[in-house]
C-alpha cells in the first residue's frame, strides 16, 4: 500500500493526557498537511509543511498543538493536556513536489479519531 | 465564517438517474476548485477538479460545472450508481499556489437501487 498512513486509527484519552498522532506520506511527496475534522463539518486546515519546514499554522493550533515533521519524512501531532473539544477526526494529507502541474489534489489518509472523556 | 458552503446536508436519488450536488463560495480569490469523495472510516478521495479559467471539466461519469459570476459550482454524476453513496465535500485554494484547502460541510449522497 502506497497511500498516506496514519497511527493509531483510533484513540480515547482521558481529558487533561497528551496524546500524539503519527502521519506516513506517500513516498515521493514532500508537502505535508494537517487537518481536523468535526462532526458534520469539512475537514479545516491545520498546519502545512514543506520537506522539514512548518511554514503555515492555523488560528485552531493552540498553544496545546505542535506539529514536527523531523527528517522530512514522517510527521507527528501532539496535543498536551487535551480537553474535550479536542474529539475530532485528524486527517493527513500529501502531496507531491510542486511542478508542471501547480494547483493539484491532496492525497488523505484514513484519519485518526480522538475521542477525550 | 463559512467560505465554502453546501446547503444540502443530504440528497437521495434513484440508481441511474443524474445526481447533482451544489457547492457556493462566497472568497472572490478562490481559483480552483476540486471535489472529493469519503466513505466512512476512510479519508478523503479526489475525484475531479476545475481550475477558475474553465466553465467545465469532465471525467467519465464525473462532471464539473462552474459559475464564477455566481460563485457557484455544481457536480453531475450520471448514471449514479450504488457505489456512489457517500459524503461529497467541495474544496477550495485561494491564489495561485495557496495550499490550504477550503472544506464545505459535505452532502451526504444516496443512490437508491
Known amino acids: 500500500d502506497t497511500g498516506v498512513s496514519q497511527n493509531p486509527r483510533h484513540k480515547i484519552t482521558k481529558r487533561g493526557q497528551n496524546v500524539t498522532f503519527r502521519c506516513d506520506p506517500i513516498s515521493e511527496h514532500n508537502r505535508l498537511y494537517w487537518y481536523r475534522q468535526t462532526l458534520g463539518q469539512g475537514p479545516e486546515f491545520l498546519t502545512y509543511f514543506q520537506n522539514e519546514a512548518q511554514l503555515e499554522k492555523s488560528r485552531l493550533l493552540s498553544d496545546r498543538f505542535s506539529a514536527e515533521r523531523p527528517k522530512g519524512s514522517f510527521s507527528t501531532l501532539e496535543i498536551q493536556r487535551t480537553e474535550q473539544g479536542d474529539s475530532a477526526m485528524y486527517l493527513c494529507?500529501?502531496?507531491?513536489?510542486?511542478?508542471?502541474?501547480?494547483?493539484?489534489?491532496?492525497?488523505f489518509g484514513p484519519g485518526t479519531r480522538l475521542t477525550v472523556t | 465564517d463559512q467560505q465554502v458552503k453546501q446547503n444540502s446536508p443530504s440528497l437521495s436519488v434513484q440508481e441511474g438517474r443524474i445526481s447533482i450536488l451544489n457547492c457556493d463560495y462566497t472568497n472572490s480569490m478562490f481559483d480552483y476548485f476540486l471535489w472529493y469523495k469519503k466513505y466512512p472510516a476512510e479519508g478523503p478521495t479526489f475525484l475531479i477538479s476545475i481550475s477558475s479559467i474553465k466553465d467545465k471539466n469532465e471525467d467519465g461519469r464525473f462532471t464539473v460545472f462552474l459559475n464564477k459570476s455566481a460563485k457557484h459550482l455544481s457536480l453531475h454524476i450520471v448514471p449514479s450508481q450504488p457505489g456512489d453513496s457517500a459524503v461529497y465535500f467541495c474544496?477550495?485554494?485561494?491564489?495561485?499556489?495557496?495550499?490550504?484547502?477550503?472544506f464545505g460541510t459535505g452532502t451526504r449522497l444516496t443512490i437508491i437501487p
Open positions: 494529507a500529501s502531496r507531491p513536489r510542486q511542478g508542471e502541474k501547480v494547483l493539484d489534489e491532496q492525497y
Open positions: 474544496a477550495a485554494y485561494p491564489n495561485f499556489g495557496n495550499e490550504k484547502l477550503t
